[in-house]
């Protein structure tokens, strides 16, 4: 249902005496008068339209409606529980080594290039800590296996709010090397270009999988979209952040894809509707 909200009143001074108002989820409005002739029939439209569109009152929604009328359904499916790491990495070809942190190994694919495999899970609380080294990430998450556990705190500490970069989408060719996509936050160079060499490294690795090369000579084969406008991006070097230098990210190429803040995307959401509606 695309309507987002409707009201309805009646022009006792005009022949058309019921008028419908009707505002889309889109932006767009519409106005149907009735003569009085036709009041039946405004009168079952709005009666359809309380019956489909959504109520105002939050308790009357259907997710609340659901929840009283079968208030055993959740605690039965579990469906907090429908999203199964290894399933999910399984289904994308992904093949876990053993490691310390007893993770159960998945069977290897009989076309996959190497017997090692080239990622791993990470726990994300550190019981030695007593905290999460990233709130805002899942209960464990997929990083590059070749790497130390020294190296992923330092390149999370290089992130912020710890956001370092995880797997979030894999796919084999066959006798290629993996595909990936991987998600992080902005790095924290600052105006005085603070390096991190565990960063870079990182990056290097999800480039290059197989191989941790330490090298600066590295071929591109990493490409980095930072949805920001680039003089966004300069800007917050001010605030301690920024974006990767390529002078030491010898392996990536970065793309800036000039979208917006959301106070921005909000404002111009705004002007196009506006647009519309004249």
Not at 106 to 135: A, G, H, M, V
């Amino acid at each position: 249902m695309s309507i987002k909200k409707y009201h309805s009143k009646n022009d006792k001074k005009r022949a058309l005496s019921n008028t419908l108002n009707i505002s889309t989820k889109c932006g767009r409005k519409f106005k149907l008068s009735f003569s009085y002739e036709d009041s039946i029939e405004a009168k079952k439209l709005h009666e359809t339209l309380e019956k489909f569109v959504p109520p105002p009152k939050l308790f009357l929604n259907f997710a609340f409606a659901f929840h009283s009328r079968f208030p055993n359904f959740e605690e039965k499916h579990k469906g907090w529980q429908v999203y199964d790491l290894d399933k999910e990495y399984q289904r994308q070809g992904v093949v876990f080594e053993q490691s310390l942190q007893n993770v159960e190994e998945i069977p290897t694919r009989k076309n996959s290039i190497t017997t090692k495999t080239p990622f791993k899970k990470y726990t994300n609380y550190d019981e030695k800590e007593s905290q999460w080294l990233c709130d805002s990430y899942p209960p464990k998450f997929i990083v590059p296996s070749l790497l130390e556990n020294e190296e992923i705190l330092k390149t999370a500490k290089y992130r912020t709010k710890h956001r370092l970069p995880v797997l979030a989408y894999h796919h084999t060719m066959e006798e290629e090397h993996p595909v990936s996509i991987w998600r992080s936050s902005q790095c924290k160079p600052g105006f005085a270009s603070k390096r991190s060499a565990e960063d870079e490294q990182y990056l290097r690795v999800i480039g290059n999988p197989y191989k941790k090369d330490s090298g600066k000579e590295c071929p591109v084969n990493l490409h980095i979209y930072d949805a920001r406008p680039y003089l966004n991006a300069v800007a917050n070097k001010m605030n301690g952040k920024g974006y990767e230098n390529l002078n030491y990210y010898r392996n990536a190429e970065i793309f800036f894809l000039d979208i917006d803040n959301i106070h921005g995307v909000r404002d111009k959401y705004k002007k196009l509707i506006k647009t519309s509606n004249t």
